[in-house]
């Protein structure tokens, strides 16, 4: 079984920054891709951000190339999402999910576990 807590949501206003974190328990990390994703309301859920188990490879979203980063530790067991020159598109929630693959996927039908998710509001 595997546990993910996500944290580091909140209110920040257009142009601002946020990182969020998700950690990761119940077995070790680096076996699996990691991604994550968002659902805004009334929306269906979708891809934000990817990286492979080994961390080297990442792959994200049109919507936010350029402006977020992916990237993880594993010694912590956590993956962070860098979040800068934020939108008021971009507010939703947002959610981490581990997938038993090992490279990036952006499907959200591959991954098999899934946080709680954490609140991201931005305003204009």
């Known amino acids: 079984q595997v546990q993910l807590v996500e944290s580091g949501g909140g209110l920040v206003q257009a142009g601002g920054s946020l990182r969020l974190s998700c950690a990761a328990s119940?077995?070790?990390?680096?076996?699996?891709?990691m991604g994550w994703f968002r659902q805004a309301p009334g929306k269906e859920r979708e891809f934000v951000a990817t990286?492979?188990?080994?961390?080297?490879?990442?792959y994200y979203a049109d919507s936010v190339k350029g402006r977020f980063t992916i990237s993880s530790d594993n010694a912590k067991n956590t993956v962070y999402l860098q979040m800068s020159s934020l939108k008021p598109e971009d507010t939703a929630v947002y959610y981490c999910?581990?997938?038993?693959?090992?490279?990036?996927?952006?499907?959200?039908?591959?991954?098999?576990?899934w946080g709680q998710g954490t609140q991201v509001t931005v305003s204009s």
């Open positions: 999910a581990s997938t038993p693959k090992t490279i990036v996927v952006v499907t959200t039908s591959a991954y098999n576990y």
């Open positions: 119940g077995r070790t990390r680096g076996s699996y891709a």
């Open positions: 990286i492979s188990w080994s961390g080297t490879s990442t």
